[in-house]
């Protein structure tokens, strides 16, 4: 075996195991905090260097290739950015600190190796590590006088989280039944003769469904918006963008058993593209809590990213991904600076939001650009990526669909742009000034950067996407 191929989850193994040892003292919160973004970043250099590596693991139900190590680097890439805006964790208790880190790794760890699994039992235990990982995560906030929201708000999550696994597996039954196999390298080819069967669109779709479950796509998002709410700033910073990606890159692997014949299918990824979009975005539009409103709106993004899915085509799955990287980023950007205008780990208002490019330029200017990018307003990566989407689904034939996401579109720009107008045509009154330190004015800088460049010249990891969707068919 290859072990090179299996560094990043190695070196997060290791972060884990020492992160671990430090939770088992006492004042050691500092140290946790060095040793997770330390972590991170080793982490993060392991997927650079292993992009262009592939090969097969642990009797081949491990894939290392471009699809599998360019999901990696940009959950990496989550990471290491959550773990610098996040470094304080305002809202939990120091004790509790090395935990929470000690938890982030593991979410993480799962997540990495979710997107290299080629094997049902394996995508299902590295499915089921990220998630109760993030399950622990939510209750760790400070508990309020009187209310115990965060409490309620993780019992959902595991509901729902349980359920969503029931439904799962009960479809990845089917596909064993279908198949004699749980190696996708011989359900992909057993799948491409019953697609006439029942069976196989009905265990197909159920699969799908416990996915949507980590997208937050109907109908598994009634989750989202209590989560994203109730837990802290960090943890929801994490949950709304770095997840994703783990999710989208199987149900890419997924659909890539599928051809766009398969009508039904596509039906079932139409409907729920569009009750995505459309319920995430006339829920969001009357929130005044803005971590609330952005979990309305992840739900909405989940709708577009099916856009590309729908088509059942690699350019649309390329399309799919440069999305979800690109909201990665975005959401990334707007998070950072709603937890430094939080003093004190709080959610934050749109009325707290009032003059804050008085109280602070750089955090209004990196937080107004977040919300031009997810409105999809040019030149930023939000308008490219949807326009990737739009235009693939339109080559398709989707004509309909492309006019349901457009006025969805429109639906967005309100709220979005509502949350400008209140930053820089409000006045401050008497909230104090927003002070962002060296460190996550960087990061925010790097990460505006990185959105602008997506939007204005998107080709190189469009190609580096298409070319990793090819790599991701193994049984052909």
Not at 53 to 69: E, I, K, N, P, T
Not at 212 to 235: C, G, H, I, R
Not at 286 to 299: E, F
Not at 401 to 421: C, D, F, K
Request: hydrophobic content about 60%; aromatic content about 12%; overall charge neutral.
């Amino acid at each position: 075996m290859n072990l090179i191929l299996f560094a990043p989850e190695a070196l997060l193994l290791a972060g884990c195991l020492a992160v671990f040892i430090v939770s088992l003292g006492t004042g050691r919160a500092r140290l946790a905090a060095h040793l997770s973004l330390c972590t991170a970043l080793a982490a993060l250099a392991a997927c650079a260097a292993t992009l262009v590596c592939r090969g097969d693991l642990f009797f081949h139900a491990y894939r290392v290739d471009l699809f599998s190590q360019l999901f990696k680097l940009f959950i990496m890439l989550g990471l290491v950015a959550v773990t610098i805006f996040g470094r304080q964790l305002k809202d939990i208790r120091d004790d509790a600190h090395p935990e929470y880190f000690l938890f982030l790794l593991l979410g993480t760890l799962g997540l990495v190796m979710l997107v290299s699994s080629i094997e049902l039992i394996t995508l299902f235990v590295a499915l089921e590590l990220s998630s109760y990982a993030l399950y622990l995560l939510v209750p760790l906030r400070h508990e309020q006088p009187g209310l115990r929201t965060q409490m309620e708000a993780a019992a959902k999550y595991v509901m729902f989280g349980i359920v969503a696994t029931g439904v799962m597996l009960f479809g990845m039954s089917y596909l064993f039944g279908l198949s004699g196999s749980t190696y996708f390298r011989d359900i992909g080819p057993a799948l491409a003769q019953h697609w006439s069967d029942p069976a196989a669109v009905v265990g197909m779709t159920l699969v799908l469904a416990g996915l949507f479950f980590k997208l937050a796509a109907f109908p598994m998002q009634l989750w989202a918006p209590d989560v994203y709410q109730s837990a802290s700033n960090e943890t929801t910073a994490f949950i709304a963008a770095v997840p994703k990606l783990g999710a989208v890159a199987v149900l890419i692997r997924f659909l890539l058993f599928a051809t766009p014949a398969d009508q039904v299918l596509t039906a079932v990824l139409v409907l729920v593209s569009v009750c995505s979009m459309f319920f995430g975005n006339l829920a969001a539009l009357v929130q005044k809590d803005v971590k609330r409103m952005l979990a309305y709106s992840s739900i909405a993004h989940a709708g577009y990213v099916l856009v590309g899915l729908v088509t059942l085509r690699e350019a649309g799955y390329a399309a799919a991904m440069f999305y979800i990287f690109s909201f990665v980023a975005m959401s990334l950007l707007s998070f950072l600076v709603l937890c430094q205008v939080s003093r004190a780990g709080e959610n934050v208002t749109s009325d707290d939001l009032s003059g804050l490019h008085k109280r602070s330029p750089l955090g209004a200017l990196l937080l107004g650009s977040g919300m031009f990018a997810l409105a999809g307003i040019p030149p930023f990566a939000g308008f490219m990526g949807k326009f990737l989407l739009l235009a693939e689904a339109l080559r398709g034939g989707f004509i309909i669909l492309v006019v349901i996401a457009a006025i969805n579109t429109a639906l967005g720009v309100y709220y979005y742009l509502n949350i400008v107008r209140v930053m820089y045509f409000s006045e401050p009154a008497d909230r104090p000034a927003v002070r962002l330190d060296a460190a996550n004015s960087t990061l925010g800088v790097l990460l505006l950067v990185f959105v602008l460049l997506l939007g204005i010249v998107p080709a190189h990891l469009l190609d580096n996407a298409l070319a990793a969707v090819h790599a991701a068919v193994i049984w052909k």
